[in-house]
């Protein structure tokens, strides 16, 4: 989760109104001066600069010139920022804007910017000009900051109103709204609709604005630290663990504390704003609204990282408090963030039931693929984490039946993957029977069948059928298909030659130019390739 600073300038916070889409471009400074003289959207903090400093920085003389007080003061909080902003500042360091009347430099910081008149922004600007000069004016006397979950206030505020709809092709029309005459627009031309949501979410959203906070707060606090430590390691690639590992869970744990303290919040409390947030991530997501949704989801994960570190708890707990907040079947939590191993075995298992069990060949009892023989498959994948068979499977369902020539070579791209995880697995299977590993996947999978008359016989007889240099890979399938059949298992032996024949074909001359067809054949043999011989291992494992 990319971190953000807590305090965004008003050109930062127009670039993330524009960025979520609520509005085409990142100038907002008009609709963000209109919130504030409306206290919609207020900014959380304003720096007014002493107006005789800004012109002296541009050399120019101010009448009258700075008093040293406003130096000093001006000094102080420029230091307290930059030592704030040092890439080597003690993470747990307040922000100046923390601090209230003990900040450096208070007097020029205002942090309840409601409750003072409002100014029209262009006041703000500093003319640089001397007199009998044509005015010129900047803007650094002054600096707006907002926090970034107020965005979500925005969202909320832009659908506050009435939407008038009426046919702005007419001229005449077009130019009484663009002038502001809405009102001279006779009514049996128009139609409106007055929303309600916009000011029910603004409400319910300034209600939880301490917990917000709270949680940026923890977040920046946790960026910092990581920063520092990424830092003392010179650029160099690092794992976390051990006492910097300790550390910097401790210095999160007692952010966290120290953020929920501020605010008394309470695990019933955090509950409660989960909750809110969850259904609010519910109601933009079913609007179509993805862009809020995702931020909304966003501010769930920093809620959710500071409600389970204050409280010593974990993700699953926290799941089951909050519930069912919105019309899914499961968990809420589990719906936003679900959990990637859990929904991968899933589609695992569903893929080998379908396209394995029900359509693999026949094979003595022993050796017969089932419901059992899927558990046991990835069950020893995952205990040995080998998630590859996961993760094309999953790539698999997401590209198959596109239209697009991207989708097919996507796919074709993970049937190929596909055909090195079935020697990958041969190999661990090898190395669990205690098994040394030939060079090639054809004498691997000889030697791991070797105690399997039958099998064994046929795969180290019929091993030319696995090369396409003398004939094409539709004459090796269908001689592969004629053999003659010695036992009860000479379709394991057939799908065994056809996923090393797949293998070779597609490593030495690629897959992209299958047909999807094909893929998707391949890709059957080879998951049932892989079942027989994990299966194999229970029944007559290879000999040393």
Known sequence: MASRDRFMSAKEFGALIADLRLTP???????????????????????????????????????PPPTQAERDTT??????????????????????????AQAPGAALITTDVASQEFVDWADFRTNIRGAGQD??????????????????????????????????????LLKQAVSGRLSDIPAKMTRSNVSFEGPRGLAKGLEWAH?????????????????AVSMGHNGHTFTLEGVELADFNAVQKRSAERALAAIAGTRDHARSFLIYLCERWDEWSRRGGND?????????GLALRMVMLAFDTDFKAIAIEVGRASGHFANTLDVIF???KHDARDKAELSLKHSVVAKAPTADATLTLDDAAITDLLDWLERTDQWRVHLSIEAILKHQFGASSVDHSALAKEVESLSTTFEHLANALLDEAGVSSPATLMKKVQAFWNTSTEVHGILTTRYSL?????????????????????????????TILAAVLYRNDGLHNGMASWVEAELHEAARIFLTAMMFCRKNLFVSPPSP
């Open 25 to 63: 471009t990142i100038f907002q400074d008009g609709l963000l001066e209109f919130f504030e003289h409306e206290r919609i959207v207020v900014p959380v903090v304003r720096v007014c600069w002493p107006n005789s400093l800004i012109l002296e920085s541009r050399d120019v003389v101010s009448d």
């Open 75 to 100: 000094q102080a909080l420029s230091d307290a920022l930059r030592l704030w902003r040092r890439f080597d500042a003690d993470p747990e360091l307040p922000h100046p804007f923390d601090l209230g």
């Open 135 to 172: 005015p010129l004016y900047v803007s650094d006397g002054v600096d707006t900051y907002y926090h970034d979950w107020q965005v979500l206030l925005v969202a909320d505020a832009l659908k506050m109103g009435v939407h008038v709809i009426f046919d702005t092709r007419k001229p005449e």
């Open 211 to 227: 917990w917000f906070d709270a949680a940026a707060k923890v977040e920046a606090v946790r960026s910092r630290k990581l920063t």
């Open 292 to 300: 809020v949704a995702g931020e909304y989801k966003r501010q769930i």
């Open 338 to 340: 679900p959990d990637w």
């Open 466 to 494: 696995v090369g396409t240099k003398t004939a094409t890979r539709a004459d090796r399938l269908a001689a592969i298909a004629a053999l003659t059949p010695s036992g009860p298992n000479i379709d394991v032996a057939r």
